[in-house]
């Protein structure tokens, strides 16, 4: 079931493509069900819908490819609908995952894992819209849209040193982009961060990493707001020279001891 030839984009990998349809009753109905059946040279391609579904994948690779973030729709009601812990390659492309539940839950939650992220959309997290976590996690994350979440958009926390690039970050309740703890280090590199509630971006309790050509803009409070003991590179003084972090109304960049202040932690 569900493997149809010449229907889904080539496999460059030389093994099967299995297509997911829920129209379809050739096709299989939930992306889930095709990657249960997937081989680690394998590709599922979700076709336009939207799938009530949650998406896990761990100790393997995954190819995962959507026909396009604004035609396919994965949410789920119990759980994040994207969940990856300890992913060894793949690529997840084309694809929008909602969290439509009530409980503290991320669009996109990734563990230790190294694949790429590319062109999907993660909305509605009632915890950050996207986490990146965990000493081992090397995740591409590039030119995706993270939006209307609860916290902040991208979360990069416990040692992570994803490359996070080409993102636009908009709309969420806290910051577009938010990176803590030591060994947290990732590469953030020409993301747009606009429209946020509280500052642009966020780095804290030592936490640093590359901060280079991004745009923070138009956001509630700061450009960027750092604690003392954070790492960025280049030092804070320079930050401002390297990124745009105009047009926001309490300046470019602040540093303090307090950055949650304002939400009550």
């Avoid at 690779?61 to 973030?69: D, I, T």
């Avoid at 997840?92 to 009530?102: K, L, P, W």
Wanted: aromatic fraction near 6%; include cysteine; glycine fraction near 10%.
């Amino acid at each position: 079931m569900g493997e149809e030839v010449g229907l889904g984009p080539e496999n460059p990998r030389g093994g099967r493509t299995l297509i997911v349809d829920a129209e379809d009753p050739r096709c299989y109905p939930i992306p889930s069900a095709a990657l249960k059946d997937a081989g680690e040279q394998d590709q599922v391609y979700v076709r336009p819908g939207t799938y009530e579904d949650k998406v896990f994948v761990s100790e393997r690779p995954v190819w995962l490819v959507g026909a396009g973030r604004d035609v396919v729709h994965i949410f789920s009601r119990r759980g994040g609908p994207l969940y990856l812990q300890r992913v060894s390659a793949g690529r997840i492309s084309g694809i929008t995952f909602r969290y439509v539940g009530s409980d503290q839950h991320s669009a996109i939650n990734v563990l230790d894992s190294t694949c790429v992220i590319t062109q999907c959309r993660a909305m509605e997290g009632i915890l950050s819209g996207v986490v990146l976590y965990g000493p081992e996690c090397r995740v591409a994350f590039v030119e995706n849209e993270v939006c209307r979440n609860r916290e902040s958009g991208i979360f990069i926390f416990a040692g992570a040193q994803p490359r996070v690039a080409q993102n636009r970050c908009s709309e969420n309740h806290h910051f577009g982009i938010a990176v803590r703890d030591p060994g947290s280090r990732p590469d953030i590199v020409r993301n747009l961060c606009e429209a946020n509630m509280l500052s642009g971006m966020l780095l804290f309790h030592h936490g640093g990493g590359l901060v280079v050509d991004n745009v923070c803009r138009h956001n509630q409070h700061w450009g960027v707001l750092m604690t003392p003991d954070s790492h960025p590179n280049p030092i804070p003084a320079e930050l401002a020279d390297v990124n745009d972090l105009t047009q926001n109304p309490r300046g470019a960049l602040t540093i303090t001891e307090q950055p949650l202040a304002d939400i009550g932690r």
